[in-house]
Protein backbone atom coordinates (compact mmCIF):
# COMPACT_ATOMS: atom_id res chain seq x y z
CA UNK A 1 0.00 0.00 0.00
CA UNK A 2 1.77 3.35 -1.09
CA UNK A 3 -0.62 5.60 0.51
CA UNK A 4 0.75 4.28 4.35
CA UNK A 5 3.83 4.10 6.28
CA UNK A 6 4.85 3.17 9.48
CA UNK A 7 8.27 4.45 11.33
CA UNK A 8 10.86 1.73 11.09
CA UNK A 9 12.98 1.66 14.70
CA UNK A 10 16.29 0.91 12.99
CA UNK A 11 18.65 -1.37 14.64
CA UNK A 12 22.11 0.49 15.04
CA UNK A 13 24.53 -2.28 14.84
CA UNK A 14 23.27 -3.23 11.76
CA UNK A 15 23.41 0.48 10.51
CA UNK A 16 26.63 0.65 11.78
CA UNK A 17 27.77 -2.15 9.74
CA UNK A 18 26.27 -0.88 6.90
CA UNK A 19 28.36 2.62 7.00
CA UNK A 20 31.79 0.69 7.81
CA UNK A 21 31.19 -1.63 4.42
CA UNK A 22 30.75 1.53 2.41
CA UNK A 23 33.71 3.11 3.78
CA UNK A 24 35.67 0.31 3.12
CA UNK A 25 34.55 -0.55 -0.39
CA UNK A 26 33.40 3.38 -1.77
CA UNK A 27 36.71 4.65 -2.11
CA UNK A 28 36.38 8.91 -1.55
CA UNK A 29 33.23 8.54 0.95
CA UNK A 30 34.05 9.80 4.16
CA UNK A 31 29.93 10.35 5.19
CA UNK A 32 27.05 7.99 5.17
CA UNK A 33 23.66 9.72 6.13
CA UNK A 34 20.21 8.46 6.75
CA UNK A 35 16.71 9.82 6.32
CA UNK A 36 15.32 8.94 10.31
CA UNK A 37 12.42 11.41 9.46
CA UNK A 38 8.47 10.01 9.97
CA UNK A 39 6.95 11.51 6.72
CA UNK A 40 3.14 11.94 5.83
CA UNK A 41 2.14 9.57 3.14
CA UNK A 42 1.87 12.55 0.10
CA UNK A 43 6.19 12.72 1.00
CA UNK A 44 7.36 9.05 1.37
CA UNK A 45 9.38 9.85 -1.56
CA UNK A 46 12.50 11.27 -0.55
CA UNK A 47 14.26 13.65 -3.28
Known amino acids: DAMTASV ?6 I ?3 ISDRIFAE ?7 LYDM ?3 PP ?3 EWE
Not at 8 to 13: S, T, Y
Open 8 to 13: WVPDWE
Open 15 to 17: LSK
Open 26 to 32: VEGVNRV
Open 37 to 39: SPK
Open 42 to 44: ATI
